[in-house]
Structure formats: structure tokens, C-alpha cells
């Protein structure tokens, strides 16, 4: 059974880091793209980073480049996303997920930025 699970949330100042971890297991994590999206409250989800298989590429859009970075380690099957110079807009419940659309994803970890 394919499983995501994340972690690393938590309350920041603007401004601030954090570094969220996602474990997988269930599947080989190895061969697959892999993405980190986010939902606001009451929006819908939005895509916020993706790495390629072999973690050679990665994508962001503009509302997060130069600021978060996607990482993996395939030898341990595990995701993160390095978030830095954190925004009030940023404020969220970030996943883990198996492609851009936030289908198949974890149960997520809060990340709100308040001051």
C-alpha cells in the first residue's frame, strides 16, 4: 500500500525557514516524479514544487521560486522541501504527492506564518 507521510510543520515568523520531510513507502519511490502542493484555507490545492525521478530536475512556479527547494533521497525514500523567506501567504497545509495534481498525497503538515 502506497503511503505518504509528512512532517516538519510548524509556526514561523515572516521571513523565516522550515524544512518539511516526507517519508514514502509502498511503492518504488525511485522511479517516480514526486511533488510537494499545498492547500490554503478555503482554496483549492496548488502546486508548489516537483523533482524529477532521479532528482536531477526541478520545477516551481513563481510564486515560490528562488525561495523553496525540492529535494529526494532515493537510497531512503524520502522527499523534503526546503522552505525559506516564508511569506503570510505561504500559510498552509503542505503534502507530499505523487504528481502536480495533489491526487494521491498524504495527510500533510500544517505551516502557518504569522508574526
Known amino acids: 500500500e502506497l503511503k505518504l507521510v509528512e512532517s516538519g510543520g510548524g509556526l514561523v515568523q515572516p521571513g523565516g525557514s522550515l524544512r518539511l520531510s516526507c517519508a514514502a513507502s509502498g511503492f518504488r519511490f525511485g522511479l517516480y516524479p514526486m511533488a510537494w502542493v499545498r492547500q490554503a484555507p478555503g482554496k483549492g490545492l496548488e502546486w508548489v514544487a516537483d523533482i524529477t525521478a532521479s532528482g536531477t530536475k526541478t520545477y516551481y512556479p513563481d510564486s515560490v521560486k528562488g525561495r523553496f527547494t525540492i529535494s529526494r533521497d532515493n537510497a531512503k525514500s524520502t522527499l523534503d522541501l526546503q522552505l525559506n523567506s516564508l511569506k503570510t501567504e505561504d500559510t498552509a497545509m503542505y503534502y507530499c504527492?505523487?504528481?502536480?495534481?495533489?491526487?494521491?498525497r498524504g495527510q500533510g503538515t500544517q505551516v502557518t506564518v504569522s508574526s
Open positions: 504527492s505523487t504528481s502536480r495534481t495533489g491526487t494521491t
